[in-house]
């Protein structure tokens, strides 16, 4: 119940194309969803988070939408750049525990 | 991210020995979570530490891991008796005591040859 699944597991986009990371989860109690981003050799740094009484969030060139019936979320970038190029976690956090259950995370790698 | 610093960056380890791991959370906060990241992995929760307290240690394995966080000074994280399956890269992160942002450290490489 824990567990927050991800994919796909890498993903390859063409510059300028739309990535999209899927996540899913169990736990109900969950009431935040960040998504960090890793670069090679860095520890991972918050991208964007959305809470569950929102749909969507919008920051820049990245979203987040939520669905909660269904359990799942997704982080779409628009007109991704090769700097875009990292490995991104999704992440499931319930207040009170101060634990983040994280998913096993999507290598991401646009071609310029 | 450079908030939080961890030392040292690059760690070897012959197999049995002691392998100690540093972390200085960001100033200001005093929740610090210690997870583990094996290649083409996902991070792993190990233990969420307070001042002088372990409030969540659920992830950490029974034997040879243990951690502290003192009233003054770092975090730490130490492995005893270290073996290959060790080697992995562990990430500290600092909260706020209202925050639900974790700022990651870079991180330390243990490589256990």
């Known amino acids: 119940q824990q567990q927050?699944?991800?994919?796909?597991?890498?993903?390859i986009v063409q510059k300028g194309g739309i990535s999209i990371i899927n996540c899913a989860y169990e736990n109900t109690a969950f009431d935040y969803f960040p998504w960090y981003q890793q670069f090679p050799?860095?520890?991972?740094?918050l991208l964007i988070a959305i809470r569950p009484d929102v749909s969507e969030k919008k920051e820049g060139r990245f979203t987040i939408s939520f669905n909660k019936s269904a359990k799942q979320f997704s982080l779409h970038i628009m007109d991704?750049?090769?700097?875009?190029?990292?490995?991104?976690?999704?992440?499931?956090w319930t207040s009170g525990t101060y634990k983040y259950i994280f998913g096993t995370g999507t290598r991401l790698k646009v071609l310029a | 991210n450079a908030g939080v610093m961890q030392n040292p960056r690059h760690l070897v380890?012959?197999?049995?020995?002691?392998?100690?791991?540093?972390?200085?959370?960001m100033k200001g906060h005093s929740h610090v979570y210690w997870y583990r990241q094996l290649p083409e992995e996902g991070l792993k929760f190990m233990v969420y530490l307070q001042k002088e307290n372990i409030i969540d240690e659920s992830g950490m394995p029974?034997?040879?891991?243990?951690?502290?966080f003192p009233k003054e000074g770092p975090?730490?994280?130490?492995?005893?008796?270290?073996?290959?399956?060790?080697?992995a890269a562990y990430f500290c992160a600092?909260?706020?005591?209202?925050?639900?942002?974790?700022?990651?450290?870079?991180?330390?490489?243990?490589?256990?040859?």
């Open chain 2, 13 to 25: 380890r012959r197999r049995g020995q002691e392998a100690r791991l540093r972390c200085s959370p």
């Open chain 2, 94 to 113: 600092s909260f706020t005591n209202s925050g639900t942002e974790a700022f990651f450290g870079q991180g330390t490489r243990l490589t256990v040859v």
């Open chain 1, 4 to 11: 927050v699944k991800q994919s796909p597991q890498s993903l």
């Open chain 1, 41 to 45: 050799g860095k520890g991972p740094a």
């Open chain 1, 80 to 92: 991704s750049q090769p700097g875009d190029s990292a490995t991104y976690f999704c992440a499931g």
């Open chain 2, 75 to 87: 975090s730490i994280l130490r492995i005893q008796q270290v073996v290959r399956g060790d080697s």
């Open chain 2, 62 to 68: 029974k034997e040879r891991f243990s951690a502290e």
